[in-house]
């Protein structure tokens, strides 16, 4: 494998969507600040560019940091590298496999976190002292999740980063707002991201009571009762939307897209869930309504698919939930006038 593609799977980039598409939330959510169907604010969209890459920096060395960590604690306890044995014979596998030594890990670390703390102190100096606490709270939040599995909070850990935290920070960041509609669309989105964990931990369920992973699975001590969980979450998401479109009028569309939009590949990930549990032998083909999987072809060859299918079907749910709400939010957020020049008139009058 080239350079390129070994620092991708080192980095775990595949899980990028996950941080991406809650942004692109925020972002729709603020464009009203610059009026951006009218006066063009360019330090709006610079600063939107600059938050993204912070986000990305973190997301990416948090993915490194997940994988050091668990490699150090095994060193810890006296396994050697080639002895380390995930049952996802893809995690670490560059660590494992010595393509990275731990010192040059421990380095990428370092460069990741140094720039992503130098956007941090450029917000901060836009933003004021508000931005800090965000980024104290992200600091304990993805020091903390690592080692969250012991107590039972990994999934609330991830679902709080992706959702609340990273949401309502980027939003703030870019208008220096607290808007509460946004802050109920953070926990929607934070719930319906916390399922990519708890579909995950299904699939490893084995491997964790080996280890002594606390994860909801384990907890539940059903593989069953995990899955209706998870169709449990996603309920709880729609109704978050639900309640956001009564209590403040916000539009007729705000519940209606997400849900059209997800039902498919919600419903697919439930019954591929299922087909887990009970060991079925089915085929594994993707669908343009399941969202994007990226080298899905080569992933078969390699003989991952059962486990890449799931994982992107529970990662696509969370993408297309956040895609599809913040599409709705751009004409939420911004005057409706402001679509006049398209006449979208009709739009316009549905919505409002």
Not at 52 to 67: E, R, W
Not at 81 to 109: D, G, M, W
Not at 156 to 164: D, H, R
Request: proline letters at 3%; aromatic letters at 16%; charged letters at 15%.
């Amino acid at each position: 494998m080239d350079m390129n593609k070994n620092l991708k799977e080192l980095l775990r980039t595949y899980s990028l969507p996950m941080s991406v598409a809650p942004f692109l939330l925020a972002f729709a959510c603020g464009v009203k600040t610059p009026l951006v169907f009218g006066i063009l604010d360019a330090s709006f969209f610079i600063n939107a560019v600059l938050l993204l890459i912070g986000i990305i920096l973190i997301h990416l060395a948090g993915n490194l940091f997940d994988d050091y960590i668990d490699i150090k604690s095994a060193l810890d306890d006296g396994i050697s590298l080639n002895q380390i044995n995930f049952k996802n014979p893809k995690k670490a596998r560059l660590i494992l496999n010595k393509t990275y030594s731990i010192k040059a890990v421990e380095k990428i670390l370092i460069i990741m976190l140094v720039l992503a703390f130098i956007i941090g102190v450029y917000f901060i100096s836009q933003r004021g002292f508000t931005i800090l606490s965000y980024m104290i709270i992200a600091l304990i939040l993805c020091t903390f999740y690592p080692i969250s599995s012991r107590y039972g909070l990994s999934e609330l850990t991830l679902g709080a980063i992706f959702g609340p935290l990273l949401i309502n920070a980027s939003y703030f960041a870019l208008t220096g707002q607290f808007d509460p509609k946004v802050f109920f669309f953070s926990i929607a989105s934070g719930v319906i991201t916390s399922i990519l964990l708890t579909a995950h931990s299904l699939m490893d369920y084995e491997y964790d009571v080996e280890i002594g992973k606390k994860t909801i699975p384990v907890i539940f001590k059903n593989k069953n009762l995990t899955v209706n969980f998870i169709s449990f979450l996603i309920l709880i998401s729609y109704f978050l939307l639900t309640l956001v479109s009564y209590r403040y009028g916000v539009s007729r569309l705000i519940f209606i897209i997400p849900i059209l939009c997800t039902i498919p590949v919600g419903y697919k990930l439930i019954m591929s869930l299922y087909d887990y549990i009970e060991i079925k032998n089915v085929q594994f083909i993707p669908k343009w309504y399941y969202g994007i999987m990226e080298n899905f072809e080569e992933i078969k060859k390699e003989g991952f698919a059962y486990f890449m299918f799931r994982f992107y079907l529970a990662r696509n749910l969370g993408i297309i939930f956040n895609i599809a709400l913040a599409i709705v939010c751009l004409f939420v957020f911004v005057p409706a006038q402001r679509y006049d020049f398209i006449h979208f008139k009709f739009i316009n009058q549905f919505l409002f």
